[in-house]
């Protein structure tokens, strides 16, 4: 399952992973998924991306207390 995104000047790939992902070193499910788009520093503005839906992550609350 994907949701589409589409750029805006300046986002990064792992700008779009912390944001979808909350961790900026999850990118690159991201970028298998756009194969059409070059590895660059910078997106262009007005690309549309698929952002793959990955498993849920764990919460702070589903962590132990000494990990929260």
Known sequence: ???Q???T???RWDSLAWHYYGD???YQPIVQAN???P???ALPAGLTLAIPL????ATTE???PWMR
């Open 9 to 11: 000047e300046g986002e």
């Open 24 to 26: 900026a070193h999850r």
């Open 1 to 3: 399952m994907y949701i």
């Open 35 to 37: 194969p059409h788009v």
């Open 39 to 41: 590895l660059d520093a």
């Open 54 to 57: 990955l498993e849920q992550q």
């Open 62 to 64: 589903d962590l132990p």
């Open 5 to 7: 995104h589409i750029t």
